[in-house]
Structure formats: C-alpha cells, structure tokens
C-alpha cells in the first residue's frame, strides 16, 4: 500500500503534469491548468502549482545543465527522475522552498521509481551550493532564432529580463488620477510600482483602468480619437483594445471565435461600463454587412513576445507553427482588408518575436495589394524609446528595460487609397 502523500506534494503533482502538458503535448500552459490541477481545490494550492512550471519553464536550460553536472548517465529529457528535479531544484534556487520541504514533496512523486538517484543527484548538488545564473539561458533554438533576427543584445535582454517579474500596467479610460503612484510610460498609462494585488488598486471596482503591458496599447493608439466612426476589433478577446477603441470614442464591433474569451470581454466592458457590440463569429467566414472606418487586426500568433508572462512559449513554439501561423496571418489579413471604405485605417499587430508574423506580412500583404499603402507611424505618436523603423513599430524585449521591459509587439498601420 502506497504512503498518503505528505502535505503540498498534490501542489507539485500538478506542476509535474502541467510540465508534462506543455514540454512533451505541446499545450500552452493556461490550457493546461485546469486539468492538471483537477486534485486541488484551493485557488493558493494551484497558483503554487501554476508558479512552480512557469519558473521551471523560465529557468528549464540551467537546471538541466545542473542536473547534467550531477549525473554519470545522462537522465532522459522525459524521465520522470529530470521532471522531478527539476520542480525540487526551481523551489530550491528560484522560489526559497527550503531544501527538506522541496525533496520531501517530489519524492512521492517517483514512487516506484528511481527515488534514490534523484535523492542523491539533489543532495549532491545542495552540497556543492549549485546555483543558477542571475540572468536565464534561453532555450538554444530560441537564442539562435533571436540572435539571428535581432541580434545578440535583443537576445540577451530577453534572457536578463526572464529573471525578472513582469511589470503590472494600467491603462486608464482617460486622464489617470495623479495621485496614483507608479511610472507613466504613454499617455493613460501607469507602470504600478510595488505588489499589490490587483482588485486592491485604486479605481478597480469603479473600472477606471484595465490591465494592459504598454505594448499592447500602441496598436490601438494608432487609430486616433474615434469621433462615432465605426471600427472593426477583429480577434478581439479579451478585450484589452476593444476597451482602448470604445474609450477613444468609436463605434465598435467587437469579434472574436472563442465564445469563453468574450465572455471575458463582456465582463471587462461591463465593469468599465465602456460599449461595444459583441460578435461570436470565425472571421474567415464572417462578412460585414457595411464597410468600416478602421480595422485593428490582433491576429492570433505564436505570442512568442510573450516569452516572460507566458514562458511555455519558449518551449513548445516551433518554426513549422510559426510558418503556419504567418500563413494564417496573411489569409486574415486579405479578408480583413476588403471590410475598410476608401480613406480608412487598417491596424495589423501581432505580440511576436518572430518577424514571419510582423514584418514580412506587412512586406507581402503591401506587395500584393496596389489599393493599400503604408501609412507610416511618426515619431511624434510614440515615445523615443519605441521610435519606429521604416514606418512601423517593432518593440522589442530591452524598450523601456530599465523600467522593467515590455511585451515584444510589432505593429503596422495600412491605408485604403481605393
Ligand atoms: C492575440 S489574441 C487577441 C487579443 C485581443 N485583441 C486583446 O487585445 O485583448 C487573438 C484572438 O484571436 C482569436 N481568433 C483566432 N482565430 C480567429 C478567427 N478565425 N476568427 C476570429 N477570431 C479568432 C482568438 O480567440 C484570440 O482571442
């Protein structure tokens, strides 16, 4: 008969299974919380778990290396002996789990496995004061395609800023209360300094603000004071620019495939009390029954620029579905395109890493289409710091690093010319 498991070895359960979702199944890690946290009914029991894969996955490289360092025959990538050190060893060095309560509640997790090797491989390496390094490895193929793309500095601020807690920005329906404190990095925006839980922040409950990195608000900026023109938000939940657009003034529908998202997007425009009309519709098959004013395109992506809040992506996210995702990209934005009236704006984002889905969509959807043209963002919309190259915005991880960095984004702003 198998021993009752010592308590918050359930919490680590779930972190293993979670891991196991994202390294060998290739889900994103929220998709994956539900099921692996199904044994834990305390919401603190699963946020545990939840934080034990996400730093797992942020620092996987180093532990692997240390693990490797203490091993005679390397331990299979899947082996139940490395997923287990590695949840011990990232409590240990990342997360101040003492290091008896880390090894205490993985063991039961190699029951009936090598529990004495992965013992002796933590002990050891608790002995030696293994360490890991202040700034993560990036996975190596991830490296290599940045350092490629961006060169080593981008590649090497994304690695500096994997160690750090991604910032809390608000954006502010309008003017923000002076008297709120934080770093305000564009208009209506405030970088909240200090850790207070979210629903504590001044203005929540009369949803004065919205949580949005910086990053993700340019998009929306660019289309301006909306004056009652209508706008199409398109791949719109959960409604961060859907909210920008409404609060600008436009006159916006808002749509999006994921009922479960929109449910979302309802929400957050009932606690702003900002409008829009929702629309659960696939826009491959959708058609307006009138042309818009302006049309913001977030389209789905590898959210490789994401890398920090969401760092399965570092993992899971490969050329092929990078490929595959661009062509989806192309094919939304064609459709898309065919909804503006003569004259009006078209907004293109994407939060990626990866210049297949920013760059060269804008390069081919501009190719193809002679009733389009660039209309270029000038330095004068954006801070210094996001200074667009050749027209567009490309932000990368290392803006703004010294006020703690900001999601990777590109953004392009087309116009109809007939
Ligand atoms: C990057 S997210 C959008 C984020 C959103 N714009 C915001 O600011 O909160 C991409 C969205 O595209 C939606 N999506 C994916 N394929 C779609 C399709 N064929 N038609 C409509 N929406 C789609 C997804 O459900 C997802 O909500």
């Known amino acids: 008969m198998s021993r009752p498991d010592p308590v918050g070895a359930a919490s680590r359960r779930a972190a293993m299974r979670l891991l196991d979702a994202v390294l060998r199944k290739g889900l994103p890690l929220e998709a994956a919380l539900d099921g692996a946290a199904r044994d834990l009914?305390?919401?603190?029991?699963?946020?545990?778990?939840?934080?034990?894969?996400?730093?797992?996955?942020?620092?996987?490289?180093?532990?692997?290396?240390?693990?490797?360092?203490?091993?005679?025959?390397?331990?299979?990538?899947?082996?139940?002996a490395r997923a287990v050190l590695r949840i011990a060893l990232v409590q240990v060095?990342?997360?101040?789990?003492?290091?008896?309560?880390?090894?205490?509640?993985?063991?039961?997790?190699?029951?009936?496995?090598?529990?004495?090797?992965?013992?002796?491989?933590?002990?050891?390496?608790?002995?030696?004061?293994?360490?890991?390094?202040?700034?993560?490895?990036?996975?190596?193929?991830?490296?290599?395609?940045?350092?490629?793309?961006?060169?080593?500095?981008?590649?090497?601020?994304?690695?500096?800023?994997?160690?750090?807690q991604p910032p809390l920005d608000l954006i502010f329906a309008s003017e923000r209360p002076p008297e709120m404190e934080g770093i305000s990095l564009l208009?209506?925006?405030?970088?909240?300094?200090?850790?207070t839980a979210v629903a504590d922040l001044a203005g929540y409950g009369e949803g004065r603000w919205w949580v949005q990195d910086v990053a993700a608000s340019v998009p929306a900026r660019l289309l301006g004071a909306?004056?009652?023109?209508?706008?199409?938000?398109?791949?719109?939940a959960p409604g961060g620019k859907t909210m920008q657009l409404a609060a600008a003034g436009f006159d916006v529908t808002a749509l999006d495939v994921s009922k479960s998202r929109l449910a979302r997007l309802s929400e957050n425009l009932e606690r702003t009390g900002l409008n829009a009309e929702i629309l659960v519709a696939d826009l491959m098959?959708?058609?307006?029954k009138a042309p818009a004013d302006a049309i913001l395109l977030d389209a789905p992506c590898s959210a490789t620029g994401i890398f920090r809040r969401h760092?399965?992506?570092?993992?899971?996210?490969?050329?092929?579905?990078?490929?595959?995702?661009?062509?989806?990209?192309?094919?939304?934005?064609?459709r898309a395109a065919a909804w503006l009236k003569p004259g009006g704006s078209l907004i293109y984002s994407v939060c990626s890493l990866e210049p297949e889905e920013g760059e060269a969509v804008a390069d081919a959807f501009l190719a193809e289409r002679g009733d389009?043209?660039?209309?270029?963002?000038?330095?004068?919309?954006?801070?210094?710091?996001?200074?667009?190259?050749?027209?567009?915005?490309?932000?990368?991880?290392?803006?703004?690093?010294?006020?703690?960095?900001?999601?990777?984004?590109?953004?392009?702003?087309?116009?109809?010319?007939s």
Do not use: Y
């Not at 101040?96 to 997790?109: E, G, N, Q, S, Y």
């Not at 700034?135 to 793309?149: F, K």
């Not at 909306?226 to 719109?236: E, I, N, P, S, T």
């Not at 399965?312 to 050329?319: E, T």
């Open 41 to 80: 009914d305390r919401a603190d029991d699963r946020a545990f778990a939840h934080a034990i894969a996400a730093e797992t996955l942020r620092r996987l490289s180093d532990l692997d290396i240390l693990i490797d360092s203490a091993t005679r025959n390397r331990l299979a990538d899947d082996s139940k």
């Open 93 to 164: 060095l990342a997360m101040r789990t003492p290091p008896h309560a880390a090894i205490a509640t993985v063991l039961p997790l190699v029951e009936g496995g090598p529990k004495r090797l992965v013992h002796g491989v933590f002990g050891a390496l608790m002995r030696s004061e293994a360490k890991l390094p202040e700034s993560p490895s990036l996975p190596a193929l991830v490296e290599e395609r940045w350092r490629s793309a961006w060169g080593a500095e981008t590649a090497e601020a994304a690695a500096r800023l994997l160690a750090v």
């Open 187 to 195: 208009p209506r925006h405030l970088r909240v300094t200090g850790r």
């Open 226 to 236: 909306g004056q009652g023109r209508v706008a199409l938000d398109l791949c719109a």
């Open 285 to 288: 098959k959708w058609e307006p």
């Open 311 to 334: 760092p399965d992506v570092l993992h899971r996210v490969r050329p092929r579905a990078i490929a595959e995702l661009a062509q989806g990209q192309r094919s939304m934005l064609a």
């Open 372 to 417: 389009f043209e660039l209309d270029p963002v000038r330095a004068e919309e954006v801070p210094s710091e996001m200074a667009p190259k050749a027209g567009r915005i490309r932000l990368l991880p290392g803006t703004f690093e010294a006020e703690g960095g900001c999601d990777g984004f590109f953004v392009a702003r087309f116009r109809r010319i």
